[in-house]
């Protein structure tokens, strides 16, 4: 039984993750048939790659720490705190994660960099420092720390902590030793997600970094597509596929030791209006920390996508030359705005796909027991840590020929989309899956339920609220696929992020609005989306949020 | 009905359950008795099937149920925490067994009136679980184990979580119920009293086998063996000689009943067989507890150099703590424990 529900995501990954990358480190690593390991030794020996290395590790690092320490307040804000426009801030926040890097960069830019916003007010430019790159990987990731320990932590029964206070515990004593400790694994969770975004992290860097700072990812990047030099972008591969499977390993035992089942309320339950001055001033510091973080480059994107073109005036100049393909100047075979229809037609398939095989495993898992089921568990996670240049590249060079000949097939592009989204959807519903008190399947079986019936019946309404935000996570992390979409999307089906990194690729005015606009429309249709998804979530206190 | 051939559960080395053999007859209600620990809940998993036998053979209706799963066995069970699915409310609790078998609509409403009319929650079917007191998750509970009308019932620790009014009003309307509706159940309880209120037969477990089998009154009134008789509650257990129609024993000269298997043996002496005489008559005792229990007290005596000795007698006739009394038995309370322990 446990094996059925793995074949399947057993299967996809071994076609279109493990096949695609180990032809890509083959074709780097042999040369006329034989391997070269020495190949490894040499690139490792060169000290630009060891600098590449060290910044890649400590920018990780650090940014991870610097995005826990300002979203931890607002996962507490989000989950047990109740306000009007809760909703649609919720939604606001994880706008800036489904933006492509590559706009995300552009944001950045246009607040940090010269003649950005800063520069004009103050004079402040901070786009050749490591802090732009620190800010814009908190910009990305603070969605998915507040969303992943928010979304747990607004379940977890406050009577628990109320036990410990009864039982002589203090506020602060009471959250450490009850309230923590249930939390620890969706912090562990979300905590590696934004180390791997980081780790892996690729257009912000390249934007923001400049020539001075490099990560791992935009190094293969270059080696690849630049200098054409791979065996040293298969060796920084597979650098990139150690590194994070040892910390996958690591991820994978704390998690092991510390997960548990946990008592878990309806979440509409346990949020409160904010009551006294240190709630209401953390209510206040979240909602200030999403405006200058968030809303203000944002805000700047729209700005310059309606400012006309050499500084002169507002207007829809650049979504008017939208409809036309040759406004670009030859850049596309069709008009740019068909771009969005390919990117929800893209990204609903690979949500789809995601959530069936995510879903799949994820129901494997919960069950867990042995070593095999537990090697499958940190497997999954993998692709969020495989260079997606590399897997994109390696689309193109093994699904080109039967059996799996899908070089033609508008499959292609969801397919490798689905791959970093089935992280998201395991990663989301594997907690509250565990959390299903198994006794609960047990009582419908004996009531005449077989096992698929019981997940249905007694799983599935239990953990619907985690699927919907497992959807909207491979939903948003699809639309703003790049680094392997850009190698396999065709020419006269781009994606929005794709077709966005092309229009910056040029010179002109007209071109960098475009890209604005472009990029502008993306940030509205994920926003729709989001708040479609967030409207659709079971809420019994029902209006009134708005 | 339901029968058990050496049902053998083993979790590492240890037995659970150690080749168990018992018979459920169609109608009968039969109460497995025992400590916690005893394997009387894993007993219950294994017939409904949320537990392979490691060896031995459940039977239903005379057919072997390895192999068949859960859902396919016909049996229902209601849970000792009673887990009733929190995301549905009363109504759609108690019909879900109806819908796994495919009722129609109007028969599952009629069904759900019905049952919640019959365990005394008449026009719950809208409430939320959340809003249910512990007596009423258990009405809702049991209400939804009996809808699809199973073969076997089995209740694990049925009122375990119920204050005592309430359990001990409940025991009898089960039993009237279960006889009105012709259930065959089979129950498991630590609790005496509430297995010998609702059994027509009493299975004592002990670690993993089957300790004594009977009616609530043969294991009452002659317990096969000490874990037996200490479990219900009986503490006077001594070691004894047995030579014609007495026996020798710590505490004296004990009469037994006629027809006694003589030589050793361990002898109860139950509370009511110990009457209270004046002390030059029996063995001399000193009171050095009063325990007061409605229709009589329980007296605690310390007889000189042996071990402690319960008695019982009417409020009326109570010794105060500290008095010297004179203790002498009664052989029809005597009785002999089996060996086998």
């Given amino acids: 039984m446990r094996l059925g529900l793995m074949a399947v995501p057993v299967a996809f990954f071994a076609a279109f993750f493990a096949y695609p990358v180990a032809a890509i480190v083959g074709r780097g690593l042999k040369a006329d048939g034989v391997w070269r390991f020495g190949r490894i030794g040499e690139v490792l020996a060169d000290p630009d790659i060891r600098d590449v290395l060290w910044f890649t590790t400590w920018q990780a690092l650090a940014s991870t720490g610097l995005t826990l320490l300002i979203a931890l307040p607002a996962a507490y804000v989000f989950a047990r705190l109740d306000f009007p426009g809760k909703q649609l801030l919720r939604a606001v ?9 590559v706009v995300v960069g552009t944001a950045y830019l246009a607040l940090l960099g010269r003649g950005g916003l800063l520069d004009e007010l103050w004079g402040v430019r901070l786009d050749t420092t490591v802090w732009a790159i620190l800010l814009a990987h908190v910009f990305f990731n603070y969605a998915v720390v507040v969303r992943t320990v ?11 902590e109320e036990a410990a206070r009864v039982l002589g515990a203090g506020r602060f004593a009471a959250w450490r030793r009850v309230t923590l400790p249930a939390l620890v694994p969706a912090v562990a969770a979300a905590a590696l997600m934004v180390f791997l975004f980081t780790f892996t992290s690729f257009g912000v860097v390249q934007i923001l970094g400049g020539p001075a700072y490099s990560t791992l990812e935009v190094e293969i990047y270059r080696q690849t597509a630049q200098f054409l030099d791979l065996p040293t972008a298969a060796v920084l591969t597979l650098v990139q596929f150690v590194a994070v499977g040892a910390i996958l390993a690591v991820h994978a035992w704390t998690v092991r030791r510390r997960e548990s089942a946990l008592k878990l309320v309806d979440a509409a339950q346990t949020a409160r209006r904010p009551r006294g001055a240190g709630q209401w001033a953390l209510l206040g510091g979240v909602l200030a920390t999403v405006v200058l973080l968030i809303l203000v480059p944002l805000g700047v994107l729209v700005e310059r996508s309606l400012s006309g073109p050499g500084g002169s005036g507002f207007g829809l100049g650049y979504y008017r030359a939208l409809q036309s393909a040759g406004a670009g100047g030859g850049t596309f075979l069709v008009p740019p705005l068909e771009a969005v229809w390919n990117s929800l037609e893209y990204a609903l398939a690979a949500t789809a796909i995601a959530l069936v095989v995510g879903g799949l495993a994820a129901a494997a898992l919960t069950r867990r027991a042995g070593r095999l089921v537990r090697g499958f568990d940190a497997l999954l996670m993998l692709p969020l840590g495989v260079s997606a240049v590399t897997v994109g590249f390696g689309f193109l060079i093994t699904l080109d020929r039967p059996p799996l000949d899908l070089r033609t097939s508008w499959i292609l592009v969801p397919l490798a989309q689905a791959l970093v989204g089935v992280p998201f959807v395991v990663r989301t519903m594997l907690p509250v899956l565990r959390a299903v008190d198994a006794r609960l399947r047990e009582a419908a079986a004996v009531l005449g339920a077989s096992p698929l019936r019981a997940w249905r019946e007694v799983d599935l309404p239990m953990v619907r609220r985690a699927l919907l935000v497992a959807a909207g996570f491979a939903f948003a992390v699809s639309l703003g696929e790049f680094g392997a979409t850009v190698f396999i999307a065709r020419p006269d089906n781009p994606t929005l992020p794709v077709a966005v990194a092309r229009l910056l690729g040029r010179a002109g005015d007209l071109n960098y609005g475009q890209a604005m606009a472009l990029s502008t429309i993306l940030m509205v249709v994920c926003a729709v989306a989001l708040l479609v998804l967030e409207r659709m979530r079971p809420d019994r206190t029902g209006s009134g949020e708005f | 009905m339901l029968r058990l051939d050496g049902a053998t559960v083993r979790f590492g080395k240890r037995a659970v359950l150690d080749s168990v053999d018992l018979e459920v007859a169609d109608h009968e209600i039969v109460c497995v008795l025992g400590p916690s620990g005893s394997g009387k809940s894993t007993l ?33 069970l209601m849970f000792q925490d009673h887990q009733l699915f929190p995301q549905r409310d009363v109504g759609g609790n108690v019909a879900f067994g109806l819908r796994m078998r495919g009722a129609a609509k109007a028969e599952q409403v009629r069904r759900v009136g019905e049952l919640l009319d019959m365990v005394g929650l008449p026009g719950a079917g809208r409430r939320a679980i959340s809003t249910l007191s512990g007596g009423e998750q258990q009405r809702v509970a049991l209400a939804r184990a009996l809808a699809p009308e199973p073969k076997l019932l089995m209740l694990d620790e049925p009122l375990g979580q119920l204050d005592r009014g309430l359990r001990e009003r409940l025991v009898v309307e089960l039993r009237q119920l279960f006889g009105r509706l012709g259930t065959t159940v089979l129950a498991v309880t630590h609790d005496q009293g509430e297995a010998f209120a609702l059994a027509d037969r009493v299975v004592v477990m002990r670690e993993g086998r089957i300790a004594q089998t009977g009616t609530p009154l043969e294991v009452w009134q002659r317990p096969a063996s000490e874990f037996v008789a200490r479990f219900l509650g009986f503490d006077n257990v001594v070691a004894a000689t047995v030579s014609g129609e007495a026996a020798d024993t710590v505490w004296g000269k004990v009469p037994v009943p006629a027809g006694t298997a003589q030589g050793e043996a361990r002898l109860l002496v139950r509370p009511a067989g110990v009457r209270l005489v004046p002390s030059e008559d029996g063995l001399p005792c000193v009171v050095t507890g009063r325990t007061f229990r409605g229709h009589h007290v329980a007296l605690l005596l310390r007889p000189a150099g042996a071990p402690l000795l319960e008695a019982e007698c009417a409020l009326r006739d109570a010794p105060e703590v500290g008095a010297e009394v004179g203790a002498a038995f009664a052989a029809e309370e005597v009785v002999v424990l089996g060996a086998a322990d």
Avoid: E, K, M, N
Avoid at chain 1, 150 to 160: E, K
Avoid at chain 2, 45 to 73: E, N
């Fill in chain 1, 93 to 101: 926040i994880t706008v800036p994660f489904v933006l492509p890097t």
């Fill in chain 2, 44 to 76: 219950l998993r294994v017939v409904a099937g949320l537990q392979a036998a490691d060896a031995g053979r459940v039977l239903l209706d005379g057919r072997d149920q390895r192999g068949v799963p859960v859902h396919r066995r016909g049996v229902g």
């Fill in chain 1, 150 to 160: 928010g979304g747990l932590w607004s379940q977890l029964d406050p009577r628990q």
